[in-house]
């Protein structure tokens, strides 16, 4: 997985001071970054604080693990039916 160039708590103040009246344009050139990535922060981040934002990463990096959990039992389980299906 890809990390980005900014933590959570630059983002969070990225969205802060757009939320005080800074232009959307002037931040990005400050920042160095794509108003595309912006929007996205916003839509994504907006009106969180970054316990929530903290809370949403642990809850998709523990969502990924039970996804790969799974997947390694179904296969477990796809083997041993088959394996059990050719000895009869």
Known sequence: MMNGRFTDVQIMGILKQAEGG?????L?????MSSASFYKWRSKFGGMDSSLIAEMKDMTEQNR?????Y???S???DLLKEALGKKR
Request: glycine share 4%.
């Open 28 to 32: 990005c050139r400050e920042h160095g």
């Open 75 to 77: 296969m477990q389980n």
């Open 22 to 26: 800074v232009p959307v344009s002037e």
């Open 71 to 73: 997947a390694e039992m």
């Open 65 to 69: 693990r039970l996804k790969k959990m």
